[in-house]
């Protein structure tokens, strides 16, 4: 089972820039597809982002947030631009080999990271 670390989150002001990263563990690392989500105080949790062999976004992101992948170190991108006080939240990747192209479902991925805090102020 793959296990992952996220980083990058913190405090910046509406309109500002965060680049999230997620590094998994494993050596299969490719044949997941790695997703992004995020969960807001007293909110279900939300999807934002996925990448396989292309990326997919939620609505709320898309245009303003870039995920990307490097196979060769283990890693996915979130790049946040013009960030809005309503994507403050805890962003999670999470991982899946059984991943359906255009599906936003959390209960598609097996492997969750620990979060990491992004807080948007006004």
């Known amino acids: 089972q793959v296990q992952l670390v996220e980083s990058g989150g913190g405090l910046v002001q509406a309109g500002g820039s965060l680049r999230l990263s997620c590094v998994a563990s494993?050596?299969?690392?490719?044949?997941?597809?790695i997703g992004w989500f995020r969960q807001a105080p007293g909110k279900e949790r939300e999807f934002v982002a996925t990448i396989s062999w292309r990326p997919y976004y939620a609505d709320s992101v898309k245009g303003r947030f870039t995920i990307s992948r490097d196979n060769a170190k283990n890693t996915v991108v979130l790049q946040m631009n013009s960030l809005k006080p309503e994507d403050t939240a805890v962003y999670y990747c999470a991982a899946t080999q059984r991943w359906t192209y255009g599906s936003e479902k959390a209960n598609e991925f097996g492997a969750w990271g620990q979060g990491t805090q992004v807080t948007v102020s006004s």
């Open positions: 494993g050596r299969t690392f490719s044949r997941y597809a």
